[in-house]
């Protein structure tokens, strides 16, 4: 180190004009703002060319009306010697993927038509130059494409069905018609002319009715709609298609279904030879009596009936093929014993008929193909992770979540031995390798980064990083590294929590406390990126995010000591977290704030049902009614995972675990932030729930209700909204906390006074 070569008197001068720089150039930069998330820039499914030179990758921004995200598909050579530049001009381009010769980028569109967005279609680039151009145009569109082996097909997704491309054919056809019917300056259009006969005819007028579809929902499923994506059409199972790869414009291809029937399909991945497509599906139609299954099935690319291979007794994630083409590669969670939580494995699957999977991680304690999350995650085009075999089949690339990170490991496939291939305090939620995968691009956030890609040579240990984001915004905002704390709670169980203080924090003075709470239960905070914890602090809070029990990235044990008994003890880890806290000696102990989502909202109901400590609370997409939640979420709990039994058999433990049952105990103001069409905690069930009781009983409470938006508010929500969400959080604390003026919270507006007009003064006055 310098240090050592200077004497002592030098050394102190030195840091000292060290000390001195680094407060200048704190004072240059500015505090992070809510309003900070419209020039973010976020960075998804990273896709390495054949040759290891480039990566390509989606770049989401907020759109110009700030109430959407555009996705274009860019690259950057992975000799670090080049800025990335954009190869796409849509708004709407996702989903990358290189030609095995790398000649050509195939990837989806979204375009408009009339001011709305057509279902996305697939489109090809080619390398050496020249437009984008479509070659598909389903009327469901088309997605998740996948090269063969030989370059020659392309293998995707669609949920078009034999009624819909009918009504394409017919929409074809009578716009034809209308093409060849004579037409004068002076007399209306063809198109309106017919339309206006047509209107009178009733033959035309049956036709009309009988295209039209009707959008009355007929239910005969306990799971029927899901969040973020509305009501499930059941009309349209996604089924795989192929299509001959083009390499122009003018070469005009037709896509071919292979796989048909009322089953959702999903995971293709081709065999080495590029003769047959494997792929998962379920064909139960209501697996919610069962537990998880998987069926594994393969189809000639020339079309034909699939032949079932086996039945994994496991929900699986997404595979990869062996490179001798032998075996598969996946991360599922065993289904026996029914846990609340059960972690994560890597198993290995022989292709050959009736095959049982084997766990290669079944003594490895850390969530396998799992991370940490944070509220920053790609909200458009993100991509997924798959495991990465090496070259001689005796390895497996994957990451892991081990106490708040994420990192990659190498798996031995004969041992399940795990050697770390990266180390650090930071999350690698993506993934991806060279085709000799001595190579590996990574995208890598830390809680003071909101995520970028790293190029990171196996061999020799050495990371370079390939893109700068965000470097230039954050570059300006005095970002804090959050403190990582760890205490003992009442049994004696270690938990893990950070502390996010303010900028310029003085341990000597006291600071208003936000206690903030992860959903999932089984979720985990850890070291990566949080917009809302950096603004928090930036307003003068310290911010305790702590994993209680329940956690992952802690081992199975500690995830699932929970079953039948949440919430409960993680409520108390909590409160211990926030003893420890305030004992350090820089907390108003006061102004004490909860908040938390999803599952912390639920907590956060709990909470203020079991303590008057906190001065004020935001429970955000919340369950108060265990019971209501039961009957009205949008996945059934028909298995006994977190309760023993359904609600009408064992009404008892749903009341005794529900929030509501408590409501006469809370005295805290309370803000409820809501998503109108959240059909993972809907409304009902929840916060609606606890602001009519709190209405009645006088305690002072809001309800935020953000119109069309679901359970993903916070991370992919409208932008507006999301800046929205965070104005009234923090403005609910403000309020309470540090006793801010919001008369947006009052019932009514107080009345100001009316100055009186200027008058002669009387005598004597």
Known sequence: MIYRSLPRRFLFVFLLAVAVASNAGAADKRHITEKDLFDFVWIGDAQVSPDGARVAFVRVTVNDKKEGYNTSIWTVPTAGNEAPHRLTTGERDSAPRWSPDGKYLCFTRTTEKDGKPEPPQLFMLSMAGGDAFGFTSLPKGAGDPKWSPDGKLIVFASSTNPEDLEKQEKKKRKEEELKRLPATAASPSPAKEADKKGADDPAKKAEAESDRESDVQVVTRAVYRSNNEGFLDFKRPQHFWVVQAPRNADEKVQPKQLTTGRFDEDS?????????????????????????????????????????????????????????????????????????????????????????????????????????????????????????????????????????????????????????????????????????????????????????????????????????????????????EPEEIRYKSFDGKTIQAWLQKPPGFDPAKKYPLILNIHGGPHAAYGFIFSHEFQWMAAKGYVVLYPNPRGSTSYGQEFGNVIQYNYPGDDYKDLMIGVDETIKRGFIDAKKLGVTGGSGGGLLTNWTVGHTDRFAAAVSQRDIASWTDWWYTADFTLFQPRWFKAPPFEDPEDFKARSPITYIKEVKTPMMFILGETDSRTPPGAGGEQMFRALKFRKIPTVMIKFLNETHELSRAGQPWHRIERLQHLVGWFDRWLMGMAKPEYDVAPSEVPVKPSAAPKKPGS
């Open 268 to 480: 293709a991945i081709w065999s080495k030879d590029s003769t047959q497509i494997y792929f998962t599906t379920l064909r139960n139609d209501e697996p919610y009596y069962d537990l998880q299954k998987t069926e594994l099935y393969s189809i000639s690319a020339n079309g034909g009936e699939p032949v079932k291979l086996t039945t994994i007794e496991m929900g699986i994630n997404a595979m990869a093929l062996s490179p001798d083409g032998k075996q598969i590669a996946f991360t599922a969670s065993v289904e026996q014993p029914v846990n609340s939580y059960t972690q994560p494995d890597l198993w290995v699957l022989d292709l050959a008929k009736d095959a049982k999977p084997r766990n290669l991680t079944a003594n490895f304690d850390w969530d396998v193909g799992s991370s940490v999350f944070g509220d920053n995650g790609s909200p458009r085009g993100g991509g997924g992770n798959a495991p990465i075999w090496t070259p001689d089949g005796k390895g497996i690339v994957e990451n892991f979540a081990k106490e708040g990170q994420t990192n990659l490991g190498l798996f031995d496939v004969a041992s399940g031995a795990m050697t770390e291939i990266t180390k650090g305090d930071h999350a690698i939620t993506r993934f991806r390798a060279a085709p000799d995968t001595s190579k590996l691009v990574y995208h890598l956030s830390t809680p003071t980064r909101l995520g970028d890609l790293f190029w990171l040579d196996r061999v020799s240990g050495e990371a370079r990083q390939l893109t700068r984001s965000n470097d230039e915004l954050f570059g300006q905002l005095n970002l804090t």
